[in-house]
């Protein structure tokens, strides 16, 4: 009996010594991860270094979301795709895990270079036929397109804004119409931003401050030609989104399109801001 009661009271004591050494509870596994994925598809102006996509990803989404920036300098809807970055686009939205992917696509400023026979694309026939052929490629792996409509350049003439873009701009709208895509009309939003702020303060979105002479012609509201590359060049600075520098190292360029890293976070929030709007299951994940 007494043997009896002993290894009653061994097997009593047991747990309450190993809870009193701190052992650890039962394990369990974690729910599963519910997250989302943003592609960004664009050309310098998205691009990191110089357009408002690093800001976005960097800044304006929570943990759920991955944010992959593909935007490349100097890229139109024709380049994109004849160099194979469009390939690595569908691959990245194939990837499995996510409950969804979203792809922007912004591209048009180099779709009008004519002397770049690589890049240039008809406004009225060949552009919107590159737009719709990347929103249904992009359907196609599960994913959900959201058109973007090109970024303004900050050119004015007599104080009046001249959106170079606005035009390429409709036609986005129009396919956005009619495949029935959401769309973020960053070139309106971004166009009354700068008209707002006028020549002078809108100097302050570019990659460096500008010459004095730049700042003087724009105090009387019509900005500065630029002068164009030096002969020879194999590629423009600012096409390039300022890759021209040494190894590890970025070289910046003052002009009227590309952003430093204020017209990066402001033009980033407003994107972030319509994102929420047309696609507002992620609204609680984007940060304005």
Known sequence: MKAILRILLLALATPLTALAQGAAPARADAPPLSGFKIVLVGDSTMAPHSGWGGAFCAHHVKWRITCVNLARGARSTRSFRSEGAWDVALGEMKVPGYQEVYVLIQLGH???????????????????????????????TGAVPILVTPLTRREFKAGKLENTLASWSGQVRKVAAELKVPLIDLNARSAELVQQLGPVASLEFAQLAPDADVTAAAAKGTTLALPPSPPGAAEDTAERGGESGARGQVKPKFDYTHLGPKGAHTFAALVAEDLGKVAPELGALIIP
Do not use: S
């Not at 552009?127 to 249904?136: E, I, K």
């Open 110 to 140: 180099n779709d009008q270079a004519r002397h770049k026979p690589e890049r240039w694309t008809d406004e009225a026939t060949e552009y919107p036929d590159n737009l719709r052929r990347f929103v249904q490629e992009t359907r196609a």
